[in-house]
C-alpha cells in the first residue's frame, strides 16, 4: 500500500505533465462522450499563476466524484502512447478480464452444489479422504476461455485428469475433469527462449598472388 507521501509526490508529477500540455490558461476536454442525461462528462483545467511563479493546477468538472488528477493525466498519457504501448496495455487489459471472469466462474463454482455432494451439501468423503472436485467440459472450456473441442484437444495431449461419468453401455463418452489440472492448464504461463545467434566469423581478406620477377644472369664477359 502506498503511504500518504508517495500518493502526493504521484499526484506533483501528474499535475505537472498535465500542465506542461496545456497551451492555455483554461481548457475544457470531454473524458466521457457517451449517453448521459445532462450530456458528455467534462473537466475544465485551470492553471494559477502563484507568487513563486510556479502554477498551480486546478480541476473543476461537472462530475467531480468521478474524474481528478489520474482520469485527466491518463487522458494525456493516451494521446502520446505509441502502438506497442496499446497492444501491451490492450493485453494487459484482457488477462484482467481473464482473471475477473475466472474469479466469477471459481464463485458459481463453490455456490454450486456439487452432483456428487452429500444430500446435507457437505463434500462426499471416501475411506476419510475428501473427493477432487471435478467440472464438466463445458466448464472447463468455460474457465480456460476456450472452446470444448479444444479442451479434448488437451486431454488428448495428457494436460487434463479426467474420468469417463457415462455409462458403460453408451458410445458416447462423458467427461469429469478435476478442477485441479484444468486451474494448473490456466495458471500456467511461458515463456519463449530468444534463439540463439552464433557469432559471425571475423571477415578474412584474401591474400593476393605474389608477383614474379624475372631473373637475369650476370656473367664476367
Same mark, same amino acid.
Given at each position: 500500500?502506498? $503511504? ?29 462522450? #457517451?449517453?448521459?442525461?445532462? #450530456?458528455? @462528462? ?27 488528477? /489520474? +482520469? ?5 498519457? %493516451? ?7 496499446? +497492444? /501491451? ?26 452432483? %456428487? ?22 466448464? @472447463? @472450456? ?14 488428448? @495431449? #495428457?494436460?487434463? +485428469?479426467?474420468?469417463? $461419468? ?21 495458471? $500456467? ?19 593476393? #598472388? ?6 637475369? $644472369?650476370?656473367?664476367?664477359?
Amino acid at each position: 500500500m502506498m $503511504t500518504v507521501n508517495q500518493i502526493l509526490a504521484d499526484n506533483r508529477k501528474m499535475e505537472r505533465f498535465i500542465s506542461e500540455r496545456l497551451r492555455t490558461e483554461r481548457t475544457r476536454i470531454v473524458l466521457s462522450d #457517451g449517453w448521459r442525461p445532462d #450530456g458528455p @462528462a467534462w473537466v475544465d483545467l485551470t492553471l494559477l499563476l502563484c507568487d513563486d511563479g510556479n502554477h498551480e493546477l486546478v480541476i473543476e468538472s461537472n462530475e467531480p466524484d468521478a474524474f481528478g488528477v /489520474r +482520469e485527466v493525466y491518463e487522458h494525456f498519457r %493516451r494521446q502520446e502512447m505509441t502502438g506497442w504501448e496499446w +497492444e /501491451r496495455e490492450l493485453a494487459a487489459e484482457i488477462n484482467r478480464w481473464k482473471v475477473h471472469d475466472l474469479e466469477r466462474v471459481m464463485a458459481v463454482l463453490r455456490e454450486k452444489p456439487d452432483r %456428487r455432494s452429500n444430500p446435507d451439501g457437505e463434500e462426499p468423503i471416501v475411506d476419510g479422504e475428501e473427493l477432487p472436485k471435478e467440472v464438466s467440459t463445458a466448464e @472447463a @472450456a468455460r474457465i480456460l476461455g476456450v472452446s470444448k473441442d479444444t479442451v479434448l484437444e488437451l486431454k488428448k @495431449a #495428457g494436460l487434463l +485428469e479426467y474420468r469417463n $461419468t457415462g455409462s458403460p453401455d453408451s458410445c458416447r463418452p462423458v467427461y469429469a475433469f478435476s478442477l485441479r489440472s484444468v486451474l494448473e492448464v490456466r495458471t $500456467t504461463y511461458q515463456r519463449d527462449v530468444p534463439p540463439y545467434h552464433r557469432p559471425e566469423a571475423p571477415h578474412r581478406h584474401q591474400v593476393k #598472388g605474389k608477383r614474379k620477377y624475372k631473373h637475369f $644472369t650476370l656473367s664476367d664477359d
